[in-house]
């Protein structure tokens, strides 16, 4: 009788070497993402900023900066979430990055 070596193949997880590098930032995203509201309202999200930030401080700058208003919300399965009135989905990724906060690599910004 002969011996076969048969491997099956289980489930592929095309993304199992970016959780286990230890890489810092190893893909940790900032997304920015837009919400219609109701007529021309719109709303911007930004989720993913690491927990060591103050984001209350990083909101009063964001506020200042644009002259709108926005809060930060607790979300179950996001975690913290700042939200601002309006699109601000550009001016949000550019100060980011000027503040030094994300690399422009880590951004995500979604909608429309």
């Not at 959780?19 to 219609?36: C, M, N």
């Not at 401080?57 to 913290?80: P, S």
């Not at 601002?84 to 989905?89: C, M, Y």
């Amino acid at each position: 009788m002969v011996e076969v070596d048969l491997q099956i193949p289980s489930a592929f997880d095309p993304f199992a070497e970016a959780k286990d590098s230890g890489a810092p930032g190893a893909k940790e995203y900032v997304h920015i993402r837009i919400q219609q509201r109701n007529g021309k309202k719109s709303l911007t999200t930004v989720q993913g900023l690491r927990k060591e930030f103050s984001y209350e401080k990083i909101l009063k700058d964001l506020k200042k900066e644009f002259c709108c208003n926005g809060t930060v919300v607790q979300d179950k399965e996001l975690g913290k979430v700042i939200q601002l009135q309006g699109d601000q989905r550009k001016n949000v990724s550019q100060f980011l990055i000027s503040a030094g906060i994300v690399k422009k690599d880590q951004i995500k910004i979604h909608g429309f």
